[in-house]
């Protein structure tokens, strides 16, 4: 178990670092380092995508001991790549838990725990720049595990982190909480009032607080501009659910989201299906998911998957448990190593197609060109060398994330406010074969 999830950490860790030392990360990298940075030094702004205060667009109070880490020292990105893979690594540990209890060997518990990391999302998800969410893979396992187990006080613990990640795994945590006090007559009255305050904490949260911080052109614009509406914030986008919930499940029945509900199960050979108590927290991302127009957020291969995988990897582990004792108690026969061939074949075959490794050499996902040096690599290092610590800086996002831990970092054209800045950073040369740094329009 922990040659694996130490193997993981390591590749992870590796490829993610060269994958940002080789200038190939995205902007989402150069965003939470900059946010990091600020709230390590007091700056609650986001000149990246112009929003006046952090709280603008996501609720992500676990980076709080990341800016510490980053105020004493420690550099940003490598710090928030490494966090992540090695967190993303422990995933295994709390399935390994839930399978044994549920299959009753210790060795189909490993095998399944293991293979859990090859789920397409769960390697993407590492391997491409950083996001709070990624992290709730292992959280939000370990929570259901200690829900299973009716360990309450480390459930308390796992879904407290877990919420700290963002602001709506607090109805992902609150959905299977109701069902958990329909089958707990004892515990009725305290699930329901838990439920509830986690309900509360996200509406406070999108109604009153983000409204009032959330940036003109930020991710709600973009995500859900679809049919003319202006969605502007999370206020907006539950006002319009409320206003016209015809229209969204008219809007949901279309073929793009059928194949990805398909795309999300058929891994876990549609297991999940069969455990909804658990698989009632992946409906609100689901939901999310459905109502965005974002370019390829509706595929197992985004990142915008992640936080539905821990409750379709948990149904799927009791599911089988239940199967295997039902085949047992109708057939007399064990069924546990056939399903699990299955399981692993089907897991094995998706990251192949869709995974986030050198294993999947039939996926979109995984260039090895991006984790190695491009022509414009020396150049770039030199021009990084020559940027003063305090100075305002334009670049494209590879080099960005390299300097985003400062005040004042935006990337032209789509990342930029129109207000000027001392440095722009470009990759080409002089005729001397001397990097350029200027106050000039960047270049591709």
Known sequence: ???????????????????????????????????????????????????????????????????????????????????????????????????????????????????????????????????????????????????????????????????ACREDIAVQLALPLCFLAWTQPKLRLRLVVLAGLLLLYFVLYIVVVQPRFVPKLGSYALHFASGGAKVSSGRELLLLLLQQPLRFLVEWLTWDRLRYVLELLWPLGFLPLLGVRYALGALPVLAINFLSSFPRVRSIESHYTTAMVPFLLVAAVVSLGKLVAWYKARYQREATAPLLALLSFLLIASHVLHGGSPLAWASRRYDAAQFVDGPEASLLRSALAKVPAQASVAARPGPLAHLAARARVVSPPEYDDGQPVEIILTPDATPSGQPRIGNQAVRH
Do not use: K, N
């Open 1 to 163: 178990m922990w040659l694996g999830c130490v193997a993981y950490a390591l590749c992870y860790a590796a490829l993610s670092l060269g994958r940002f030392s080789s200038f190939h990360a995205q902007i989402d990298l150069s965003y939470y380092v900059r946010l990091v940075w600020g709230l390590g030094h007091g700056r609650w702004d986001l000149p990246l995508v112009a929003a006046p205060h952090v709280l603008g667009l996501h609720l992500e109070p676990i980076l709080l001991p990341l800016a510490l880490l980053g105020r004493l020292g420690l550099p940003i990105a490598p710090l928030l790549l490494i966090v992540q893979a090695v967190v993303v690594a422990l995933l295994p540990l709390p399935l390994f838990r839930l399978a044994r209890r549920h299959l009753h060997s210790e060795s189909a518990a490993l095998g399944l725990a293991l293979l859990s990391l090859l789920y397409p999302t769960v390697t993407v998800a590492t391997l491409h720049d950083f996001h709070p969410v990624t992290l709730t893979l292992t959280l939000l396992a370990a929570w259901l595990d200690a829900l299973d187990e009716q360990a309450w006080r480390r459930a308390l613990l796992w879904g407290a982190l877990a919420l």
